[in-house]
């Protein structure tokens, strides 16, 4: 792999742009891997990238059905925050956002991870309870997040409307300076360049379509629609499509896929410094290099495999963006679009062995794991390596359905986060 | 936006009178003090989550108020039937994922919906 570099951009410049390689190499399945991942978005190309630079393990195939990216890790809103209530979600989070911070280096590609500010708005009363309480406990833990007044969030995000006669009025806000936003295409491709130059294959246009056991029950390979590939091990990191891939190989999960919304305003010059969210109004918005007003929506109140999503949704958002920002009341919107996401009980991610041996899971990120990309990547890799979680991901096991041991951000946000 | 026949009223009405209320045909274990956690774990948490025909409860809350069962496509959210609650479960070619039907005798009763799909 030919590095990135100024002097590689000079070199460029000089002979018309005719040097650039591809960033990855697409070859032809082998029969055997020893790892293979099913889905080619961040998490699982992470994965394959960690498994080849920490474990050693690179003969390995991450199958995407479609394109690099093409699920949620190219349709989220890419709000990057680490402000959770639960440990086990401050241990992950965390663990993400100081990987964020140093990724363009590691992986010599600019993901664009911009600390910007993630700042969420308190409304009323239960609302600044709630805040302070994840304040109390993140600072415990050693995360930022602190408490500003309603004068401060306007210091901070000049279009914010604090007036006392506004439609929502702000009585203060939360705010985690290191939160911020990254370029999401460039994760995929980041990892996907990277792990391909220590020898993963990266399969795309290739839906695995069942999951083989041998006689003990162990995985033997997947179908796909190039045939058959021989595998040791396979992890399942493939989002929405969790609870469909999972029932190759009969395992149920608690997951159920709701269509999330987003949409993108035309571009505008730099307006908006930070990323907002608005959990009572539900509302988040920031603002794009490229200048686009990117806003995050809810999810559709019933299963599904759209991904679309009910016109309803977005409108109640747009709603409280122009109440929130009344100078956007014109700004046209570009484009709009969902993305299937699978969603847990408790709303937190599950990531572990499954019932059939060598077969392992990372799903129910739902509607907030963009953020978790590097961090989960990394203790998936763990976890295929070695067979069992990391102790950063100890607590996100299957088990706790059963012995009810929940990490109920749920209850904590009462919002997709 | 889904427009979805309410069985009670008679009526095709817009999504927004709705609230979609999970799994239908979910039968809470009449012995559910004596089950194990694992047993427990599968009734409450598990649900059935198909690209395909899915058998859910759905509430015209904005409406007359009453629980009813409704068969959706989840991948182009069209209603295939909706019925009403304590009403059977529709012999259709069952979606990949969906638990087989239990024998008769063993099945427990669905006291749940028959009392819920009722406001009174
Ligand atoms: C509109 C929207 C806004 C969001 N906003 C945020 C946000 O602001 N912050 C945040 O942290 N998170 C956000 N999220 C959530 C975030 O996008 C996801 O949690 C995260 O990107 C999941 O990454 P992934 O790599 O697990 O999944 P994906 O990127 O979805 O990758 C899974 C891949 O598996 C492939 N696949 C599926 N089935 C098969 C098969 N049978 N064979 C082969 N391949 C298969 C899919 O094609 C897909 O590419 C948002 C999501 C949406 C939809
Ligand atoms: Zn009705």
Redesign the interface.
């Given at each position: 792999m030919r590095k990135y570099s100024v002097f590689a951009v000079a070199r460029e410049a000089m002979r018309a742009h005719k040097g650039w390689e591809a960033q990855w190499t697409s070859p032809e399945p082998r029969s055997q891997y020893d790892v293979i991942i099913i889905g080619g978005g961040g998490h699982g190309l992470g994965a394959a990238y960690y498994l080849a630079k920490e474990h050693g393990i690179t003969n390995v195939a991450v199958i995407e059905k479609g394109w690099l990216g093409g699920g949620n890790t190219g349709r989220n809103t890419t709000i990057i925050r680490s402000n959770y209530l639960y440990e086990e979600s401050m241990d992950i989070y965390e663990h993400s956002l100081k990987l964020w911070e140093g990724l363009s280096q590691e992986l010599n590609y600019n993901v664009m991870y911009s600390p910007r500010g993630v700042m969420m708005l308190s409304h009323n009363i239960h609302d600044s309870q709630v805040f302070k309480r994840h304040i109390h406990a993140n600072r415990l833990y050693g995360i930022d997040n602190e408490w500003l007044t309603p004068e401060q969030a306007k210091d901070y995000c000049p279009p914010l409307d604090i007036s006392a006669s506004a439609r929502y009025p702000i009585n203060g806000a939360a705010l985690q300076r290191r939160g911020g936003t990254a370029r999401h295409d460039a994760v995929a491709w980041g990892y996907a360049r990277a792990a391909s130059d220590r020898g993963v294959h990266v399969i795309q246009n290739c839906e695995v379509k069942a999951i083989r056991r041998g006689p003990d029950g162990a995985v033997t390979g997947v179908e796909t629609t190039k045939g058959f590939i021989g595998a040791k091990k396979i992890g399942v990191s493939a989002s929405g499509?969790n609870?469909?891939v999972l029932?190759m190989a009969d395992v149920?999960?608690?997951?159920?896929?709701n269509p999330l919304q987003a949409l993108v305003s035309e571009p505008l010059k730099p307006i908006f410094p930070c990323v907002v969210m608005s959990n009572t109004v539900h509302a988040y918005i920031s603002q794009s290099d490229k200048g686009e007003l990117v806003i995050g929506a809810g999810t559709d109140?019933?299963?599904?495999?759209?991904q679309t999503g009910?016109?309803?949704i977005i409108t109640h958002t747009l709603d409280a963006i122009c109440e929130l920002f009344p100078i956007f009341r014109r700004v046209k919107m570009m484009r709009q679009w969902g993305g299937i996401t699978d969603n847990t009980?408790d709303r937190s991610p599950i990531q572990g062995v499954t019932p059939v041996p060598n077969l392992f899971v990372n799903c129910g990120w739902g509607t907030g794991g963009f953020k978790a990309t590097p961090g989960s990547a990394h203790l998936f890799a763990h976890l295929i390596a070695r067979g069992e979680p990391h102790r950063l991901a100890a607590g996100l096991t299957l088990d706790r359905?059963?012995?009810g041991r929940l990490i109920d951000e749920a209850a904590a946000a009462a919002v997709a986060h | 936006?889904?427009l979805i026949h309410c069985p009670y009223c008679g009526e095709d009405r817009s999504?927004?009178e709705f609230?979609?209320a999970g799994d239908a045909h979910i039968a809470r274990p009449a012995n559910i003090a004596a089950i194990s956690?694992?047993e427990f774990?599968d009734y409450?948490?598990?649900?059935d989550?198909?690209?395909g025909l899915?058998y859910?409860r759905w509430r015209h809350i904005h409406g007359c108020g009453r629980f009813f069962n409704a068969v959706?496509d989840?991948?182009?959210?069209k209603f295939v039937m909706t019925y009403k609650a304590g009403e059977p479960k529709p012999d259709l070619s069952p979606a990949?994922?969906v638990a087989p039907a239990l024998p008769a005798d063993s099945r427990p009763v669905e006291t749940y919906e028959a009392t819920e799909g009722r406001a009174e």
């Open positions: 499509h609870s469909m029932a149920r999960l608690p997951l159920q896929s109140q019933f299963n599904s495999y759209s009910g016109l309803q009980p359905f059963r012995t | 936006m889904l999504e927004l609230r979609a956690d694992e774990a409450f948490f598990l649900r989550n198909p690209k899915i859910e959706r989840t991948v182009s959210d990949p994922g």
